[in-house]
């Protein structure tokens, strides 16, 4: 059995604490007369936000000789509650928006990451293709030195190589005659 704050360890004997409350006292422990004390000054803090205050109001409608009737402690228990209703539907506003808020954060920051992901695979992409193009480049220079070096004749000839064709030619003054798959062209330096 677990022993708790206040109870004595014999068994069949009450503690200081037990006593005082079987005999009806009301007593409080150090940590709720702090919670008390709390209370109260949270209770200031709240009448100066809200403007309104119940020891304002009691001293106002406590007279020192009069008594206040049930209907007054009634009236001004249910604007406590009033006042405590709107506080507390202000708190739940107040948490609904920052709830809102965290959300709308983690959706921004997840789209962010989407976006800093579809960047890095566009940087990825633009670098293969860069390096394609130089690849491509570098071949096409080759090709271009090469056909420089042969002249039109080996361009023409290239041509209807990489075409499958026969390519026949003859030079004949000053021209060169051509002739693809029956079709003849003629090539003159001038």
Do not use: C, W
């Amino acid at each position: 059995m677990a022993k708790h704050h206040g109870e004595s360890s014999k068994m069949g004997q009450a503690g200081p604490l037990s006593q005082a409350i079987a005999s009806g006292l009301q007593v409080q422990t150090r940590s709720q007369t702090t919670g008390a004390a709390q209370e109260e000054r949270d209770s200031e803090h709240n009448e100066r936000e809200v403007g309104y205050s119940p020891r304002a109001e009691e001293a106002q409608s406590d007279a020192p000789t009069e008594k206040r009737s049930h209907k007054e402690r009634l009236s001004t228990v249910e604007t406590r509650l009033d006042v405590l209703e709107a506080s507390l539907e202000e708190l739940y506003q107040g948490q609904g928006r920052l709830l809102g808020v965290e959300s709308s954060q983690e959706e921004t920051e997840s789209q962010i990451d989407r976006v800093e992901s579809l960047v890095d695979r566009l940087t990825e992409d633009t670098k293969d293709s860069v390096r394609h193009l130089h690849e491509v480049m570098a071949e096409l220079t080759v090709k271009a030195k090469e056909l420089y070096k042969t002249g039109v004749n080996g361009l023409l000839i290239k041509i209807a190589e990489s075409g499958g064709f026969r390519l026949n030619a003859r030079v004949l003054d000053q021209r060169t005659k051509y002739e693809v798959r029956g079709a003849i062209f003629f090539y003159s330096k001038e």
